[in-house]
């Protein structure tokens, strides 16, 4: 179990020294044990603020994080277990709308157990206040980013948590929406932490506490420092780390692209970002860690999304992702680069299941739709739809050791009802080069070429 700081001891940890300033919360009066009349409420709410020095069971304000200024949301578990009533909903409302208008980021410090029973369906209502305010800071063009205290249960969870942007944990948090007195007997406590939550894909990381300042302050400076040019500039293209010297037929650049020595996706990271942090997961389930890198990182000064393949096949909570990944960047107003490098989409009885179709199409609508500049590079292979999903149109650049097909040539092959042996002549015909994409119109250029193809 993580440790359980109040809120204020927390918001210390969190925020650098001297810089919170809490905000004026609006006054409610409710009458006598509250909007129910719930005999003994108003004796439990002077327990607990004797108990805990508060009068809510959150705290707000703002501050600097490592020197970005947000506005702080921070959760007082002591008070009713951080329960969401009225007066709660005040006072998430009042910071919003704050945020808003001073154009910061919001940041929830998350330990609640859920919404207040003493308030009966009142409490439960202000989930939606919570999630309208939510909703308009997004259409704000303003990044919310949550972290996941211990614990986080319930409504608290559903809205402020994993309706945030980003959301990072704490280890050995307990993270569910069910806290652990409303569960099924035989549940497995496992499924209910942090862990678990980064491993199904619904949170992005788990972050030690120690860690937690300088992480939380590279997340705002990233996704607080958008371009000030309008319209968005694209991101660069990057610089080719493999060979040089273009292939002479199809089947050459097909054994380049496969080629195990080839530069992948994580070097191309590295060399293109100074500074770099991952979004892990795809909201509904998923994860696609081997075969999809996402997230956000630091390009000559500026912040650039990326989505990366790595030279595996694909999988459906990879394309969901990265769809997740280019919403966040058009709605922030953050360009995106992509890197292409797939034999295909998977295509195993499991990837069916977990609906390869969709999440291809969402992968495609959300390039197509991206405000915000997207800039493409393939740098291996580029199988099909697969690896088209991600490709921007006219803004695709290849590398030379790089192909990509409408399919694999060995399958065009058997589609073609051709031998095996045919594969090689078939990549010929199928023009899948790297020049012969440029002359097609397909890319805009190769990347580092120093020399023509050879003759033949």
């Given at each position: 179990?993580?440790?359980?700081l109040?809120?204020?001891?927390?918001?210390?940890?969190?925020?650098?020294?001297?810089?919170?300033?809490?905000l004026?919360?609006p006054?409610?009066?409710?009458?006598?044990?509250?909007?129910?009349?719930?005999?003994?409420?108003?004796?439990?709410r002077a327990?607990?603020a004797e108990?805990?020095?508060e009068?809510?069971?959150?705290?707000?304000?703002?501050?600097s994080?490592?020197?970005?200024?947000?506005?702080?949301?921070?959760?007082e578990?002591?008070?009713?277990?951080?329960?969401?009533?009225?007066r709660?909903?005040?006072?998430?409302?009042?910071?919003?709308?704050?945020?808003?208008?001073?154009?910061?980021?919001?940041?929830?410090?998350?330990?609640?157990g859920?919404?207040?029973m003493?308030?009966?369906?009142?409490?439960?209502?202000?989930l939606?206040?919570?999630?309208?305010?939510?909703?308009?800071?997004?259409?704000?063009?303003?990044?919310?980013?949550?972290?996941?205290r211990?614990?986080?249960?319930?409504?608290?969870?559903?809205?402020?948590?994993?309706?945030?942007?980003?959301?990072?944990?704490?280890?050995?948090?307990?993270?569910?929406f069910?806290?652990?007195?409303?569960?099924?007997?035989d549940?497995?406590?496992?499924?209910?932490t942090?862990?678990?939550?980064?491993a199904?894909g619904?949170a992005?990381?788990?972050?030690?506490?120690?860690?937690?300042?300088?992480t939380?302050?590279?997340?705002l400076?990233?996704l607080?420092?958008?371009?000030?040019?309008?319209?968005?500039?694209?991101?660069p293209?990057?610089?080719?780390?493999?060979?040089?010297?273009?292939?002479?037929?199809?089947?050459?650049a097909?054994?380049?692209a496969?080629s195990?020595?080839?530069?992948?996706?994580?070097?191309?990271?590295?060399?293109?970002?100074?500074?770099?942090a991952?979004?892990g997961?795809?909201?509904?389930?998923g994860?696609?860690?081997?075969?999809?890198?996402?997230?956000f990182?630091?390009?000559?000064?500026?912040?650039?999304?990326?989505?990366?393949?790595?030279?595996?096949?694909?999988?459906?909570?990879?394309?969901?992702?990265?769809?997740?990944?280019?919403?966040?960047?058009?709605?922030?107003?953050?360009?995106?680069?992509t890197?292409?490098?797939?034999?295909?989409?998977?295509?195993d009885?499991?990837a069916?299941?977990?609906?390869?179709?969709?999440?291809i199409?969402?992968?495609?609508?959300?390039?197509?739709?991206?405000?915000?500049?997207?800039?493409?590079?393939?740098?291996?292979?580029?199988?099909?739809?697969?690896a088209?999903?991600?490709?921007a149109?006219g803004?695709?650049?290849?590398?030379?050791?790089?192909?990509?097909?409408?399919?694999?040539p060995?399958?065009?092959?058997?589609?073609?009802k051709?031998?095996?042996?045919?594969?090689?002549?078939?990549?010929?015909?199928?023009r899948?080069?790297?020049?012969d994409?440029?002359?097609?119109?397909?890319?805009?250029?190769v990347?580092g070429?120093?020399?023509?193809?050879?003759?033949?």
């Amino acid at each position: 179990m993580a440790e359980r700081l109040s809120a204020r001891a927390f918001l210390a940890l969190v925020a650098d020294d001297s810089t919170f300033a809490e905000l004026p919360y609006p006054a409610r009066d409710s009458g006598p044990d509250g909007p129910l009349a719930w005999e003994g409420y108003d004796a439990s709410r002077a327990r607990a603020a004797e108990r805990t020095g508060e009068q809510e069971s959150v705290v707000c304000g703002t501050a600097s994080v490592a020197g970005t200024r947000a506005v702080l949301i921070a959760f007082e578990f002591g008070f009713l277990g951080g329960s969401l009533g009225e007066r709660t909903g005040d006072r998430l409302e009042a910071a919003y709308t704050h945020a808003r208008e001073q154009r910061l980021p919001v940041v929830p410090l998350v330990a609640t157990g859920g919404s207040r029973m003493q308030e009966g369906m009142l409490a439960l209502t202000q989930l939606q206040r919570v999630a309208r305010q939510s909703a308009l800071t997004r259409e704000a063009g303003l990044a919310q980013i949550a972290v996941l205290r211990d614990p986080t249960t319930g409504g608290g969870w559903a809205t402020l948590g994993a309706g945030a942007d980003v959301v990072l944990a704490l280890p050995g948090a307990q993270v569910g929406f069910a806290g652990s007195r409303v569960r099924p007997p035989d549940a497995d406590p496992a499924a209910y932490t942090a862990e678990a939550q980064v491993a199904a894909g619904s949170a992005d990381a788990v972050v030690p506490v120690a860690e937690l300042r300088e992480t939380l302050g590279m997340w705002l400076r990233l996704l607080t420092s958008p371009a000030s040019e309008a319209p968005v500039p694209a991101a660069p293209v990057p610089t080719a780390l493999g060979t040089g010297d273009l292939p002479g037929s199809g089947w050459e650049a097909v054994r380049r692209a496969r080629s195990p020595r080839r530069p992948r996706a994580q070097a191309y990271l590295d060399a293109y970002f100074t500074h770099r942090a991952a979004i892990g997961g795809d909201r509904c389930g998923g994860t696609d860690p081997d075969g999809m890198l996402c997230g956000f990182g630091a390009h000559e000064g500026r912040t650039v999304a990326y989505a990366a393949q790595t030279g595996a096949a694909t999988r459906p909570a990879g394309y969901r992702t990265a769809a997740r990944l280019i919403r966040l960047a058009d709605r922030l107003g953050i360009p995106v680069l992509t890197l292409v490098d797939t034999p295909g989409a998977a295509n195993d009885a499991e990837a069916e299941r977990q609906g390869a179709g969709a999440a291809i199409a969402e992968a495609f609508a959300a390039v197509a739709a991206a405000r915000t500049p997207v800039t493409t590079l393939v740098i291996g292979e580029g199988g099909s739809g697969g690896a088209l999903a991600l490709a921007a149109q006219g803004s695709t650049w290849a590398t030379p050791d790089s192909y990509f097909s409408v399919i694999a040539p060995e399958m065009a092959a058997a589609i073609l009802k051709r031998p095996p042996t045919r594969a090689e002549s078939t990549a010929d015909q199928l023009r899948i080069r790297p020049q012969d994409l440029v002359e097609l119109g397909v890319v805009r250029g190769v990347v580092g070429a120093t020399a023509p193809p050879p003759p033949g």
